[in-house]
T-cell receptor
Framework: NAGVTQTPKFRVLKTGQSMTLLCAQD?????MYWYRQDPGMGLRLIHY???????AKGEVPDGYNVSRLKKQNFLLGLESAAPSQTSVYFC?????????????FGSGTQLSVL | AQKITQTQPGMFVQEKEAVTLDCTYD???????LFWYKQPSSGEMIFLIY??????QNATEGRYSLNFQKARKSANLVISASQLGDSAMYFC????????????????FGPGTSLSVIP
C-alpha cells in the first residue's frame, strides 16, 4: 500500500529558482491538500483540491501555484523561490466522510531556499 | 483570524498518568469535523481520532478520547495511561464545511502542543 507519496524528499534551491513538488495518492480520494510546516506555527494550508481540475486557495497561497490534472496527482509549484519558503511541505488526501474522516499524509518534503 | 487555538505550547505528564490537551475552535458552520494528529520527532503525521459535529457521543480510539463540548467549541484530547512513546507534538484540526457553497470544505490545523512523558 503506497498511500500518499511525495517527491522529492529533500531539495535545496537558490533564490529565484523554480521547482515542482509532486504528490500522488492511490486511494481514489477526492480531496488533496498542500500544507507547510514551520516551527511553532503548526501546519498551514497552502492550496487544496476537491476534485480533478478544481483547486482553491488556503491560508497562505502567495508564491505558490497548484494543478490537479489527474485525480491521483496534486502538484505544488514555486515559480520564483524565496528564503521565506524554506519549510517542510506535507501533502495529504482524504475522502469526505461525516462519520469517520481521516487525512492521509505523505512523509514530507524538506525544502531549503538559499 | 486564528480558528484553532491550542493554548498549551508544552505539557509534561508522568508515565501512566492521564493528560488532557486543550483545543478550541471557531466556526459558524453547522457541519464540521474535528481531528487530532500526533507528530513524533520522526516527522510523520499519525491520525489519532475524529469527531463529527453531529455526533453526540465523544469519539474514542483505544487510549485516546475526544472530549467534545459543542456549546463551548471545545475538542480536548484525553490520553489515558501515558506511555513514553506518547512524547510528541499533537495537533488539533478542523474541517470546515461552508453552508454557502461559494467555497469548499477544507481542513486547517492549530499550532500544536508538545507533550513530554516523564518516566
Amino acid at each position: 500500500n503506497a498511500g500518499v507519496t511525495q517527491t522529492p524528499k529533500f531539495r535545496v534551491l537558490k533564490t529565484g529558482q523554480s521547482m515542482t513538488l509532486l504528490c500522488a495518492q492511490d486511494m481514489n480520494h477526492e480531496y488533496m491538500y498542500w500544507y507547510r510546516q514551520d516551527p511553532g506555527m503548526g501546519l498551514r494550508l497552502i492550496h487544496y483540491s476537491v476534485g480533478e481540475g478544481t483547486t482553491a486557495k488556503g491560508e497562505v497561497p502567495d508564491g505558490y501555484n497548484v494543478s490537479r490534472l489527474k485525480k491521483q496527482n496534486f502538484l505544488l509549484g514555486l515559480e520564483s523561490a524565496a528564503p521565506s519558503q524554506t519549510s517542510v511541505y506535507f501533502c495529504a488526501s482524504s475522502r469526505r466522510d461525516n462519520l469517520n474522516e481521516k487525512l492521509f499524509f505523505g512523509s514530507g518534503t524538506q525544502l531549503s531556499v538559499l | 483570524a486564528q480558528k484553532i487555538t491550542q493554548t498549551q505550547p508544552g505539557m509534561f505528564v508522568q508515565e501512566k498518568e492521564a493528560v488532557t490537551l486543550d483545543c478550541t475552535y471557531d466556526t459558524s458552520d453547522q457541519s464540521y469535523g474535528l481531528f487530532w494528529y500526533k507528530q513524533p520527532s520522526s516527522g510523520e503525521m499519525i491520525f489519532l481520532i475524529y469527531q463529527g459535529s453531529y455526533d453526540e457521543q465523544n469519539a474514542t480510539e483505544g487510549r485516546y478520547s475526544l472530549n467534545f463540548q459543542k456549546a463551548r467549541k471545545s475538542a480536548n484530547l484525553v490520553i489515558s495511561a501515558s506511555q513514553l512513546g506518547d512524547s510528541a507534538m499533537y495537533f488539533c484540526a478542523m474541517r470546515e464545511s461552508p453552508l454557502m457553497k461559494t467555497s469548499y470544505d477544507k481542513v486547517i490545523f492549530g499550532p500544536g502542543t508538545s507533550l513530554s512523558v516523564i518516566p
